[in-house]
């Protein structure tokens, strides 16, 4: 039996994930406070029994990925979580990361509108006899 089975934590980690990737809906965030006093924001996440401490990186990320740089307003966003192996104090260590989640492409509304073609693009305009664009084409600055 390993340490992690015989004294299991309520924060997620690397191992926790092993090779998965799964896809996670964030339910809240909130601080986290630990034996010796410190205190991180950790992220809870829908359906699921531990929590992920927030560190700079995966904060950033998250940011980049949602579009939203305060913590407060990533309830409902989905984000997908990944092991992967870091460098820490010189040690090769495996590390939660955040990455987007997979794009599912929308199927069309009906069938006849995926056999629709693509429309055409719009010609460029004509120019005129000196080479610049015609009077009523708007000035292109």
């Not at 010796?36 to 560190?55: E, P, Q, S, W």
């Not at 989640?101 to 120019?127: C, D, F, K, L, S």
Request: charged letters at 25%; a negative charge; aromatic letters at 8%.
């Amino acid at each position: 039996m390993k340490a992690h089975d015989v004294f299991p934590s309520k924060w997620l980690a690397a191992s926790d994930l092993g090779e998965a990737r799964p896809t996670v809906t964030i339910e809240r965030v909130d601080w986290a406070t630990f034996q010796d006093g410190t205190k991180k924001r950790a992220i809870y996440f829908a359906g699921k029994d531990k929590a992920l401490t927030v560190n700079a990186t995966n904060w950033n990320t998250i940011a980049q990925i949602t579009g939203i740089d305060d913590d407060d307003e990533w309830v409902g966003q989905r984000i997908r979580l990944c092991a992967v192996p870091v460098d820490f104090k010189g040690k090769t260590v495996m590390a939660v990361r955040v990455i987007a989640p997979v794009a599912t492409p929308t199927a069309p509304a009906t069938r006849r509108a995926a056999q629709q073609p693509a429309p055409r693009p719009e010609p460029e305009p004509e120019p005129d006899f000196d080479g610049g664009i015609a009077e009523e084409d708007p000035i292109p600055f």
